[in-house]
């Protein structure tokens, strides 16, 4: 009887250690399957980041060249602002002009 004790004893050491390396071989392949999973997650965050980066690089380039056409646009209205008062002037001159000829003839008459 002792003797089939110790067989059964053994036989539940084994059954426990086959138990134990099946238990780690899932462990290990749920870990392998974590893993997997983190690294394609990983490398979705990273293309979005890239495209995002690759976006904002674009956007700036369309900034600066924004700020440069509205550098340019502002010198070309500054100049045509500075031409129409020229011209205000010389209208406003040549009426006042034309004002004191009327009144000098219309004296003279």
């Not at 690294?39 to 440069?68: A, C, G, P, Q, W």
């Not at 502002?74 to 001159?93: E, P, S, V």
């Amino acid at each position: 009887m002792e003797t089939q004790i110790l067989e059964l004893e053994k036989k539940i050491v084994r059954e426990n250690e086959i138990a134990g390396k099946v238990k780690q071989a899932n462990s290990s392949k749920r870990l392998q399957k974590q893993i997997e999973t983190l690294e394609s997650r990983l490398n979705n965050v990273t293309v979005r980041f890239d495209t995002i980066l690759t976006r904002n690089n674009k956007l700036r380039e369309e900034i600066e060249t924004l700020r440069i056409c509205k550098a340019t646009l502002d010198n070309f209205y500054l100049k045509l602002h500075k031409k129409l008062d020229q011209q205000w002037r010389r209208m406003n001159t040549a009426v006042e002009q034309s004002t004191q000829a009327y009144e000098q003839r219309y004296v003279a008459l």
